[in-house]
């Protein structure tokens, strides 16, 4: 079946202006998380939805960032002002809910987005 | 808080064995895992272990778990020229809703 899809793959855009990354989930999958991997590092958290709500936003930098899932499938990651920082690539991530155990299962990465902030 | 660290490179021989370690600080895991990122790519899920679990085993891949040392490693057996990539291993806490806790990754070279 699709894996996690992630659009744009590459996003170039000049510092100040604002962009818009989306996240497709696997279908029926309720858990969806937002990492940021820097050149060389590991991922890093950002926010993490289960269902339509933002269940743990504190991976988020600052106000620029805000993201949403207003149907509790695709998510769109927002930043704001663009800072030359902010470039990295951008992974989302989701998982189905073990209802057994009230955990999340092992997450499904889609490929990011790699956004360039010139 | 949570902390993963890992080696930074491995280089191995195609044949051989690979042993990639991992330490963690936060006791209270539920699951760790290992991710493979090849150039370019998102990351592949390869395994997880269960914290009540001593040991994994998967086709080529074993996972040993030592809960007392917060030491967590993963061997490949019979590397291949395929494997070589950036291993990452990871931690989550249910009650944290299974974030993960990324090491810095640990890239592997095979050698032919």
């Known amino acids: 079946g699709a894996g996690v899809s992630q659009t744009p793959s590459n996003k170039v855009t000049e510092k100040g202006k604002y962009v818009e990354l989306r996240c497709d989930p696997i279908s029926g999958h309720t858990a969806l998380y937002w990492y940021r991997q820097s050149l060389g590092q590991g991922p890093e958290f950002l926010i993490y939805?289960?269902?339509?709500?933002?269940?743990?936003d504190s991976g988020l930098p600052n106000d620029r960032f805000f993201a949403v899932r207003p149907e509790g499938s695709v998510s769109t990651l927002k930043i704001q002002r663009t800072e030359r920082g902010d470039s990295a690539v951008y992974l989302c991530?989701?998982?189905?809910?073990?209802?057994?155990?009230?955990?999340?299962?092992?997450?499904?990465f889609g490929d990011g987005t790699r956004l360039s902030i010139l | 808080g949570e902390d993963v660290e890992q080696s930074l490179f491995l280089s191995v021989r195609e044949g051989d064995s690979s042993v990639i370690n991992c330490t963690y600080t936060d006791s209270s895991s539920t699951y760790l895992y290992w991710y493979k990122q090849e150039p370019g790519a998102g990351l592949q899920l390869l395994t997880y272990?269960?914290?009540?679990?001593d040991m994994k085993q998967d086709q080529r891949l074993t996972v040993l778990l030592n809960k007392k040392d917060k030491h967590l490693s993963l061997r490949i057996a019979d590397t291949q020229t395929g494997d070589s990539a950036i291993y990452f291993c990871a931690e989550s806490i249910k009650a944290a809703g299974n974030k993960l806790t990324f090491g810095g990754g640990t890239r592997v070279l095979v050698k032919p």
């Open positions: 939805f289960q269902g339509t709500g933002a269940a743990d």
């Open positions: 991530a989701s998982s189905l809910k073990d209802h057994q155990t009230s955990s999340n299962q092992p997450q499904h």
């Open positions: 272990i269960f914290s009540n679990m």
